[in-house]
């Protein structure tokens, strides 16, 4: 079966740093560029950043530019999303997705709160 499951979320104050990953079960994450999204609450599915298959290209919506990396390790089958520089409307749960693409099944998500 195939499987992503994210992790990393949790609460953290205005400013401050999480590193969210991303993990591929049943099968080889090597193929797959990864997609970070994100949705709030009563808030529309949004793209945060894209890695390709390699690793070698990124892309990331404007808002997180400068404060958020995707990054992979495909020996350990691990995509992540640092994020720095937190701010409170980064707020909500936040899904990897293969291929970038939204329309791809989608996991339980992880949490993440930025808030004082």
């Known amino acids: 079966q195939l499987q992503l499951v994210e992790s990393g979320g949790g609460l953290v104050q205005p400013g401050g740093s999480l590193r969210l990953s991303c993990a591929a079960s049943?099968?080889?994450?090597?193929?797959?560029?990864i997609g970070w999204f994100r949705q709030a609450p009563g808030a529309e599915r949004e793209a945060v950043s894209c890695?390709?298959?390699?690793?070698?290209?990124?892309k990331y919506t404007d808002s997180v530019k400068g404060r958020f990396t995707t990054f992979r390790d495909n020996a350990k089958k691990t995509v992540y999303l640092q994020m720095n520089s937190l701010k409170p409307e980064d707020t909500a749960v936040y899904y990897c997705?293969?291929?970038?693409?939204?329309?791809?099944?989608w996991g339980q998500g992880t949490q993440v709160t930025v808030s004082s």
């Open positions: 890695i390709s298959s390699s690793g070698d290209t990124t």
């Open positions: 997705v293969t291929d970038c693409d939204p329309l791809a099944a």
């Open positions: 049943g099968f080889n994450l090597d193929y797959y560029g």
